[in-house]
């Protein structure tokens, strides 16, 4: 084993100009897959919160006794989909509706009742964020006694929905697509360095070698530079990070907030590996011994 | 152990081994010789597998040839030392590491590899080229490499297809010698070669091959 590697390492050294070219070529398309990575990952930080922040308005009817209130209340308290609920009371509606006019609040002038209802708004927990359920639940709470409407963004719901399923659709193809082609790369590597080789190969069947012992330099190969490749493209991408935090973020303050998904540090190397290998595996195919 | 039972060879209509029968016991030394062209070369690949026979059997020490399949013919290589007529060394390899690798096909440990190899390279008087390339060495040190590669893993059977022709009479001799004591701690050998000089007065059995036909037997 020790000596696949050694053997997989001159080459590496041997036929640097090649090798050099691919591992540039998986470090950059790694990279892209790295952004890629890096502004989905940002994009879920911002919009994960979006869903805490949609919320339901529940109108009650005029004149409801405490004791109506409170059933309501109770009643809501119990549902499955509910995170969180506040009563506002026909008072606090109107104080509410007054600071919001500020300066035009003569419009409410004369008005000697109060004709806002008292309602409660309800957050939803995360799952239950989308038009489907969000239309459902409004429908079984507007049927309770003492409901008198409710009121939701119907398509906040369906956008905060709709942004996370394409944004995960997006970054999947984009993905697939990068690493498709890194396997490519690395199988036309070891494609050409296997038939550079060939004569050697003949010699090592003839001398009894198992295909296992002839491959294994090559899958090694093809693994280091899909390894240094990941290196390079993870380099790269943190070059960008700091680029645009600590550069273009006087510009653009909101920059600043960006994070670098740790795991990248990791991930990008192993998958350059694993593609790597696999590349190198279908260049090498079956050998005819 | 070597057996060919009417064993014959065709490249596409030109009939380059006809009709042969050999039967060598385990342990036995053999000459074998003939004219350029007389199909000594394609008679050892048949032994190895670099050739299939299109009729007849070959059994070596106990594998039947004919009936084996793909994935046992490294096996059956590993149990065959085969000095090339064109030597077949790895240019990118230096000389050490070219011999060091039959041992290391095997999965021989490194340690030990060393040794042997070291030990090979001195039987062939060439240990000071350990380091050197192939293509800075003679015809004659290629050859020697060559044989040493051939002889380091201790194989069952040896097979070797001119294994003196860029050696000067002197150096053929040594290896002959060496030849000889390889087979009297039990290896089986087969040495193809149109130079009666190696096995005149050797006492082995010579089989005289022409016109890929077997045409006689003699002792050297
Ligand atoms: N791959 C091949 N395709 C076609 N003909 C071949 C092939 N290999 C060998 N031959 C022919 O088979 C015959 C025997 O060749 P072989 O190499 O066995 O002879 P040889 O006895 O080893 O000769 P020499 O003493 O010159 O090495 C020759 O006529 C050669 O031209
Ligand atoms: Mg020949």
């Known amino acids: 084993m020790s000596y696949s590697f050694k053997v997989a390492f ?15 070529t998986v470090g950059s398309s790694l990279l892209i897959i790295t952004l890629t990575v890096f502004f989905l990952y940002n994009l879920e930080l911002i919009t994960g919160h979006l869903p805490e922040r949609f919320s339901m308005m529940i109108y009650l009817k005029d004149n409801l006794a405490q004791e109506e209130v409170q059933n309501v209340l109770s009643t809501l308290r119990k549902r499955p989909d509910v995170a969180k609920l506040k009563y506002i009371s026909k008072d606090e509606a109107l104080k509410e509706l007054k600071e919001t006019l500020h300066d035009t609040n003569y419009i409410l002038e004369g008005l000697d009742d109060n004709p806002l209802a008292a309602s409660f708004e309800m957050r939803l927990k995360k799952d239950f ?44 193809i ?6 498709l082609g890194v396997v490519f790369v690395t199988y036309s590597t070891v494609k050409i360095l296997f038939y550079r080789r060939k004569e050697e190969i003949e010699i090592l069947k003839l001398l009894g070698a198992t295909g296992g012992f002839i491959r294994a330099p090559f899958l090694i190969e093809g693994g280091a530079i899909g390894l240094m490749g990941g290196v390079l493209g993870t ?53 005819r011994l | 152990m070597i057996i060919f ?30 004219p350029s062209g007389a199909g000594k070369s394609t008679l050892l690949k048949l032994m190895y597998m670099a050739e299939i026979p299109d009729e007849g059997n070959i059994l070596i020490e106990d594998l039947d040839i004919g009936s084996m399949k793909m994935s046992q013919i490294p096996l059956l290589r590993r149990n065959i030392g085969v000095v090339f007529q064109d030597f077949k060394l790895i240019r990118n390899l230096n ?27 001195k039987k062939v008087n060439l240990r000071h080229l350990a380091d050197s390339y192939p293509k800075s060495l003679s015809g004659g040190e290629q050859q020697r490499i060559s ?33 000889r004591d390889l087979n009297s701690q039990g290896t089986t050998i087969m040495i193809a070669t149109h130079n009666r000089e190696l096995f005149r007065g050797t006492g082995k059995r010579v089989l005289k091959l022409d016109g890929g036909s077997l045409v006689g037997e003699e002792l050297g």
């Open chain 1, 10 to 24: 001159k080459s590496l050294y041997r036929e640097k100009w090649i090798n050099l070219l691919s591992i540039f």
């Open chain 1, 129 to 172: 964020v989308n038009a489907a359920s969000a239309a459902k639940i409004a429908g079984e709470i507007k049927k309770m006694p003492g409901i008198d409407s409710v009121y939701y963004g119907e398509k906040i719901a369906e956008a905060i929905n709709l942004l996370k399923r394409s944004v995960e659709n997006i970054s999947l």
């Open chain 1, 174 to 179: 984009i993905f697939l697509t990068i690493a």
């Open chain 1, 235 to 287: 380099i790269g991408a943190f070059a960008f990070y700091i680029a645009v935090t600590y550069r273009l973020s006087i510009v653009i303050p909101i920059l600043k907030t960006l994070v670098f998904p740790p795991g990248l540090l990791i991930a990008l190397p192993l998958t350059g590996i694993i593609l790597g290998i696999i590349g190198s595996a279908i260049a090498i195919g079956r050998l």
């Open chain 2, 5 to 34: 039972q009417n064993v014959s060879k065709y490249y596409d209509f030109h009939t380059v081994l006809r009709n042969i029968n050999i039967s060598i016991q385990k342990g036995e030394m053999a000459f074998l010789t003939g």
């Open chain 2, 95 to 121: 000389i050490f590491d070219n011999v060091a690798l039959a041992l290391r096909i095997r999965g021989v440990a490194e340690k030990e590899t060393k040794a042997l190899t070291s030990e090979a390279l």
């Open chain 2, 147 to 179: 044989i040493a590669r051939a002889i380091v893993a201790e194989p069952l059977v040896l097979l070797a297809d001119e294994p003196t022709g860029n050696l000067d009479p002197g150096t053929a001799l040594d290896i002959i010698r060496l030849f």
